[in-house]
């Protein structure tokens, strides 16, 4: 069983509330990163093809699915969805 | 399906601010005028007087009293139907105040809430308690040396805050609003649009009405009259208008909106901004003529009789279209769609950078709307997508290609890095203005305490609209969203 791929577990966030929410975001998949959860990616094609938002993209290992990270440049407020 | 009844209340006076209130107290909105002889009823209007911080200490209708001796009047006497005494902070003084007439307005103008306690007002951002001297919710732009809640700075007796945005000292703002214009005080008689757009503090351009929302950014300048314009071509250009003004209403009333207008189309050509005329399809001797002069004013560059200052600096300073045109309705919606007129609409007319380049053929439309896609939510997102495009006011933006250097700004500072997506075409008056103009809430760090500085070359597609607002700012601003910003493009 442990070969077979698992449903990711992680969601869609869209709306950051706030800088300091999103800096506990970015520690926690830090966390997720460290503990073999995850891995980053290089990134691929940009956010709407803007290379002016900071961005990471990283891999759900268990699932295989490809996820990204983008910073928020107010008013933007950030968002962490799968790259499609 | 129940009928709705609609009831006229009460309008405001407005002189340079407002001066008080109308009742009228019509119920039936659909009734005929009345047919009879005219008669006014006194008592309806009342009139606020008020102290330096726009405190209205004294309410008095247009009624005059006075004691009448063997059928002969004595000396009047003002109507007072309101009067109080109040604490710094606008708590009224026990015994020392009387509302006869449920007055709404109270301690800075703010409108009172009667509904929650006494003491309580109600502002634009939000709940205030004169009996506290605090504010009910945070500062929507808070500063580090103070609470959040606090009010008027911890100074009611020089601050007011009518907005509960900013404190600032009502007598500084008056004597702003006096000021004759920089270039020969032609609008010293008016006491309108002194302040240069974009350099203002947050209340007074924004205080204009909806026609003079977008005069620091946009493209276009569309004019016709009051209700084309906001019935039709509002549906369709949205905030990309920056005023408005029918040219067959009379030589008066035109002169004085054009300088308005053109209050913003100076600022606006300096950034290539359109510009476009439309009259009264009714009166077309009058628009004809009026359109010619205007026409030969900016070609000319000289002034004349209806477009005196604002014909000048409109073709001196390089609006980049100007469209004569009949029925704006009509070819706003032409105009929008890319579509050509069609030749009955005719009067159509296209003047760039001082030469008449088209007239009367219809073409000028398609040209005026080339290299630029309309992004809304009817046929958006567009290639932002629907977050990015939502922090566009009404989800709006345009999408084009540069076709000249342009000059760019970015505030910065705290968790705002110096290079990013968002820019502004309105050099930055402050981190405040900037706050509220680009609706940067503090939660996200921005602390708009630097400017960065660019210039984007020819050939680099821009996404450009009004900031959405947030959170309680109002946005409304100049946002250019970059999808790539090169480093070398820094000039400052």
């Known amino acids: 069983m442990d070969n077979q791929m698992k449903a990711c577990p992680w969601e869609k966030i869209i709306d950051f509330q706030s800088y300091s929410e999103f800096e506990r975001f970015v520690d926690w998949m830090d966390e997720q990163v460290k503990s073999g959860v995850a891995e980053e990616l290089p990134i691929q094609k940009p956010y709407i093809g803007a290379t002016t938002f900071q961005e990471k993209w990283f891999r759900h290992i268990p699932s295989r699915e490809t996820w990204r990270l983008v910073w928020p440049d107010a008013p933007f407020t950030g968002v962490f969805e799968p790259v499609v | ?492």
């Not at chain 2, 007002?121 to 609470?147: I, K, M, V």
């Not at chain 2, 502004?424 to 900037?434: D, E, F, I, M, V």
Request: hydrophobic letters at 35%; a negative charge; proline letters at 7%.
């Open chain 2, 1 to 492: 399906m129940l009928p709705c009844e609609i009831e006229f209340v009460e309008f405001p006076i407005y002189g340079l601010g407002r001066e008080g209130l109308v009742r009228a107290n019509i119920i039936d909105l659909d009734a005929a005028p009345p047919t009879t002889k005219y008669t006014r009823e006194l008592g309806r209007k009342y009139y606020e007087l008020s102290d330096h911080l726009g405190n209205p200490r004294v309410i008095i209708t247009d009624r005059l009293l006075s004691d009448v001796v063997n059928g002969t009047p004595g000396k009047y006497r003002s109507d007072i139907v309101s009067y109080s005494n109040q604490y710094p902070y606008g708590m009224e003084q026990p015994g020392r105040y009387m509302n006869g007439s449920g007055y709404r307005y109270g301690y800075n103008g703010m409108e009172r809430d009667s509904a929650v306690t006494g003491g309580h007002h109600t502002t634009y951002f939000r709940q205030y308690d004169a009996r506290l001297g605090r504010f009910w919710s945070t500062d929507p732009l808070t500063h580090s040396w103070e609470s959040p809640y606090v009010a008027m700075g911890g100074n009611p007796i020089a601050l007011a805050d009518p907005s509960g945005a900013e404190p600032g000292d009502p007598e500084e703002k008056e004597k702003d609003r006096n000021l004759p214009q920089g270039d020969g005080g032609e609008d010293a008689t008016t006491g309108r649009g002194e302040e240069e757009p974009g350099a203002s503090g947050p209340g007074y351009w924004e205080t204009r009405t909806g026609v003079f929302h977008g005069i620091r950014l946009p493209e276009v300048v569309v004019t016709g009259s009051y209700p084309t314009f906001l019935g039709g071509l509002g549906d369709y250009f949205g905030d990309q208008f920056v005023g408005a003004f029918d040219l067959a209403t009379s030589n008066e009333a035109v002169d004085q909106t054009v300088r308005d207008v053109g209050q913003g189309v100076v600022n606006l050509g300096t950034l290539g901004a359109h510009a476009s005329v439309a009259y009264n399809p009714l009166i077309p001797a009058a628009g004809r003529q009026m359109s010619q002069d205007y026409v030969n004013g900016v070609t000319g560059g000289v002034a004349n009789r209806v477009m005196s200052m604002s014909a000048y600096d409109w073709g001196y300073r390089t609006p980049e279209i100007i469209l004569l045109m009949w029925s704006g309705y009509s070819i706003g919606r032409n105009v929008y769609q890319g579509v050509k007129l069609a030749g009955e609409l005719g009067e159509l007319g296209m003047v760039t950078r001082g030469a008449v380049v088209s007239e009367g053929t219809g073409s000028v439309v398609s040209a005026a709307r080339s290299g630029v896609t309309h992004w809304n939510p009817l046929n958006g997102p567009g290639p932002l997508g629907e977050k990015v495009a939502s922090t566009f006011r009404s989800a709006s933006y345009t999408e084009s290609v540069t076709s000249e250097a342009t000059t760019l700004y970015r505030v910065y500072g705290g968790k705002a890095g110096e290079l990013g997506a968002y820019w502004t075409r309105t050099p930055p008056a402050g981190p405040l203005q900037s706050r509220i103009d680009n609706a940067l809430l503090p939660q996200w760090g921005n602390t708009a305490q630097n400017v960065t500085k660019i210039q984007v070359p020819p050939g680099v597609t821009i996404f450009e609209g009004f900031a959405a607002p947030q959170g309680g700012l109002v946005g409304g601003g100049s946002q250019v969203f970059l999808p790539r910003v090169d480093p070398l493009w820094i000039i400052k």
